[in-house]
């Protein structure tokens, strides 16, 4: 019992007396260095003999500001974190992963475009009700109390995607009114005053007290339901109350300072790791570290300075926590299986059964009609008869603005389509989830930070190379996930969270690229969300390429494919090499969806949302499946690509933002309708 008492007296030393030491040691780095060095010795004589010169009037009006808000920034998210992890059972839980931060940025950018004089009299009260009804569907989509880590990390980013959409849309239609939200919404530290300070201070302190004051309850939770209950304990109004104390404190940590990830899922797993799970200890040990880690991310970005300058805070924190994620679920998570993969290949309900035949023959005649219909669409209609009478060359007065402007728009969206939605049954087939595509497993992030690398980091480099780097940025971030995945057996559960960091990874260094570059409401911010603006003959035979080389295998390899969806241990009963089967279906879907994001761009959810509508109306059958996911694909893309052209004219809508607002309803709608059945 004494060695017990002993060792456990010795983890608190070291958590706090080496975390303490630590965190001095880089608060006064911190107040060190920047763009104008300040020596130790002028840090000490500004701390306690202030006089009105240049350098002690930067420690005290600049640097000290910025270093306290990032110590009560990051204690606030890492005890937002424990709070989470607790409530739901969940080691994956935090406020990026349930889709907190991007909740209360969302709010935050909206008040600040439609409704400022609100916002600035409460623009807690924004956050707060961004990041609260974000953190609930993320945990109803989850599967609430029964949520698994994989399914509730994955509703999550689910949810972070479309609210991450919508917060882009505004973006660009509100470019001059948001515009000094874009360095925000990266994580900045960046402070002129104290007024972040006096704001954020009270709110993160006092609800630390509260929520260690709260700690015997919290510590309840970690039994099972039962047992709590019996103890007495009010285990519902425990779960609300620290939700309520996790939204608000991360709600005022990102009105300040913007989303700053990975601070709440690693701070509290490093306590965890050390032994102390009391959350007398757990609470105080997290923030001590959580305001480490940021302070750190902060004097790196601050010594490490590129020609493009200071990297946003959460851009760095991104660089080290991905990797932490990395670690935690290949050596932390052993018992990880697929089982918390096994969701129903048809999502929302039993497969339709419409006759195939007659559904591939309707679709096609629609898709055609539907791609006549959009060339006569846009700023200048193009009445049908002159339409034909152009395409046959006799009509030359809209002839060239068809054959250079509309046909290959056009052509190349039909092309994109197709790649998106065959990715998307492939990959989703691989990982045994309907929940997948490429913006899961990386691709998407890759292939849009290889674009902005070219755009930004390498301008003397043609732009014509930008799809070809959007390629390498995608097959380079699938690679990673396969090659760290492949010692799991390339195991369903462990690609997507794979998927998942390597994702927040890319999208820090899109979202850093694009603030050092004053990208914002630029045509390669517009990119990044998917369009078809300006698509010439050249990315359609670029798509042509991947198409005519890809699609054969797909089909071929389509029955082996099927087999995937019986599980690991009875598929390879039924002779099937389940690893490079699965290897195979991933490669193949990754190289499709690169190809799609190197000529239109990040256009999310259409791999998601066709691969369902089909298995709705046909069920599980992957090469019927990859015909009409190519029709559906190539229809829904032409009719965003026309109607985006169109309703805003002479202004374009991208394709992808309107993909968004039509699938992102739908695909909602059915993980509520899916959760429904379940809990029945």
């Keep these: ?49 202030r006089q ?14 910025r270093t306290l808000l990032g110590l009560l920034a ?43 004089a609100v916002l600035s009299t409460s623009p807690l009260l924004f956050a707060a009700l961004g990041g609260a009804i974000a953190a609930m569907v993320a945990y109803i989509l989850g599967g609430g109390r029964t949520a698994s880590p994989i399914r509730l990390a994955l509703a999550g980013m689910i949810v972070s995607l479309v609210i991450e959409s919508f917060t882009r849309a505004i973006h660009i239609f509100k470019a001059t009114e948001t515009q000094n939200l874009f360095l925000w919404g990266a994580g900045s530290l960046v402070q002129v005053n104290w007024t972040g300070v006096q704001y954020a201070l009270p709110w993160v302190i006092g609800i630390l007290i509260l929520a260690i004051l709260l700690g015997k309850s919290f510590d309840v939770l970690d039994l099972d339901e039962a047992t ?101 679920v290949l050596r932390k998570m052993k018992g990880l299986t697929g089982s918390g993969l096994q969701m129903s290949m048809n999502v929302g309900g039993r497969p339709a059964k419409v006759n195939y035949n007659r559904l591939v ?28 009478a152009s395409l046959l060359g006799g009509d030359e007065s809209s002839y060239s603005v068809l054959l250079n402007l509309r046909l290959p728009r056009t052509f190349v969206a039909a092309g ?18 309907p929940l997948a595509d490429a913006s899961i497993i990386g691709v998407t992030s890759g292939a849009g930070f290889g674009a902005m690398l070219i755009l930004i980091a390498w301008p003397q480099v043609p732009v014509s190379l930008m799809p070809l780097a959007a390629m390498v940025g995608g097959t380079a971030a699938a690679a990673c996930v396969f090659l760290f995945a492949w010692r799991k057996n390339l195991n369903p559960s462990v690609l997507i969270l794979l998927g998942i960091a390597v994702s927040a990874f890319g999208a820090a260094g899109i979202q850093a690229l694009i603030v050092r570059g004053s990208l914002w409401g630029s045509s390669g911010y517009i990119w990044l969300t998917g369009s078809t603006y300006g698509r010439t003959w050249e990315q359609f035979k670029l798509i042509s390429i991947f198409l005519i080389v890809l699609l054969p295998i797909a089909w071929y390899l389509g029955r082996r494919f099927d087999l995937l969806a019986f599980g690991d241990e009875s598929s390879t009963g039924m002779g099937l090499a389940v690893r490079k089967t699965r290897l195979a279906a991933m490669i193949v879907g ?38 009409l996911s190519s029709l559906f694909g190539a229809l829904l893309l032409v009719l965003t690509d026309a109607l985006g052209r169109t309703v805003l004219a002479p202004i374009e809508i991208p394709s992808g933002m309107l993909i968004t607002l039509i699938g992102a309803p739908y695909f909602l709608f059915l993980m509520v309708r899916t959760f429904r059945r379940k809990a029945s």
């Design 361 to 388: 023959i309707f679709s096609f005649i629609i898709v055609i009609g539907l791609i006549l219909i959009s060339m006569t669409m846009g700023g200048t209609t193009i009445p049908l008869k002159q339409l034909f």
């Design 416 to 433: 994109a389509g197709i790649a998106l939605a065959v990715s998307g049954v492939l990959i989703q087939a691989a990982v045994r989830n």
């Design 52 to 65: 009105d010169i240049p350098g002690h009037n930067i420690v005290w009006d600049l640097r000290m500001p």
């Design 1 to 49: 019992m004494m060695k017990k008492h002993s060792e456990s007296l010795w983890r608190v030393i070291g958590v706090f007396g080496g975390g303490i030491a630590a965190l001095i040691v880089l608060f006064f780095l911190s107040l060190c260095f920047g763009e104008a060095k300040v020596s130790f010795q002028a840090v000490i004589d500004a701390l306690f003999h």
């Design 228 to 328: 709590a209950r019996s103890l007495g304990q009010k285990v519902d109004l425990t779960r609300f109350i620290g939700l309520a104390l996790a939204v608000l404190v991360a709600a005022v940590v990102v009105s300040v300072v913007g989303p700053i990830g990975f601070v709440g899922l690693v701070a509290p797993h490093l306590i965890r790791l050390v032994g102390l799970r009391k959350h007398r200890w757990l609470l105080p040990g997290a923030a001590l570290w959580g305001a480490i880690l940021i302070t750190t991310a902060d004097v790196l970005s601050r010594v490490i300075r590129s020609s493009l300058g200071e990297m946003p805070i959460g851009a760095v924190m991104a660089i080290i926590g991905a990797p932490w994620l990395v670690w935690l």
């Design 590 to 627: 990754v190289l499709l969806a690169a190809g799609a994001v190197s000529v239109v761009g990040t256009v999310g959810f259409l791999g998601l949302i066709v691969p369902h509508a089909v298995r709705v109306l046909i069920g599980h059958h992957t090469r019927q499946s990859i015909v």
């Design 74 to 116: 990051g204690a606030g998210l890492a005890v937002a974190g424990a709070l989470l992890q607790t409530i739901t059972k969940n080691p994956l839980a935090s406020t990026d992963t349930l889709g907190i931060n991007s909740g209360a940025y969302f709010m935050v950018v909206l008040g600040t475009a439609f409704f400022p």
